[in-house]
């Protein structure tokens, strides 16, 4: 890598954090406290760094209990349909607290669209899809770095 990343290390706690709430669940979906903790850990750090999270990382976690929300076992999704649109409802099963995303394959986030670009400022996480895992990039002003993110199992991250 050319350039320093700013709070490289930061942004590598972060990761790690979001990993080890997903291997706690994977391993064990009763230890629903320990996955909380990391994630409210992980909330905290960004807030007090001023970091920016991307939407899909921010949209798996609850803004009531900071749980990590997975589709049947920490939360339920359904489907509904308000005004002629559609639109996902996730609603934690610790808080009952429920978020609702829009399901139209046109829409694209604020930070997607080519308008919120700034050319070489542009900054913000990507996940990519590679054999092996998920990974986390972040890219900032001065360069990109990746952080691997696991969520299938066997979760090979040492706790």
């Not at 694209?108 to 669209?113: A, E, Q, S, T, Y």
């Not at 993110?149 to 706790?159: D, E, K, V």
Request: with cysteine; hydrophobic share 35%; charged share 20%.
């Amino acid at each position: 890598m050319a350039g320093q990343v700013k709070d490289r290390e930061a942004f590598q706690r972060l990761s790690f954090l979001y990993q080890a709430a997903h291997c706690v669940l994977a391993q064990d979906p009763e230890n629903q406290a320990l996955a909380r903790f990391y994630c409210h850990t992980e909330r905290t750090i960004a807030k007090r760094l001023v970091l920016r999270r991307d939407p899909s990382v921010k949209r798996t976690l609850c803004r009531g209990c900071s749980s990590l929300l997975i589709p049947g076992l920490t939360c339920t999704q359904r489907q509904r349909r308000c005004k002629a649109q559609r639109w996902t409802v996730q609603t934690c099963l610790t808080c009952q607290r429920s978020q609702r995303f829009l399901n139209d394959p046109r829409h694209l986030l604020w930070g997607d669209r080519p308008e919120a670009q700034l050319g070489s400022q542009a900054a913000g996480i990507t996940q990519l899809h590679l054999a092996g895992g998920w990974y986390l990039v972040w890219k900032t002003q001065e360069a990109s770095f990746a952080c691997m993110h696991l969520i299938a199992s066997p979760c090979s991250l040492a706790l």
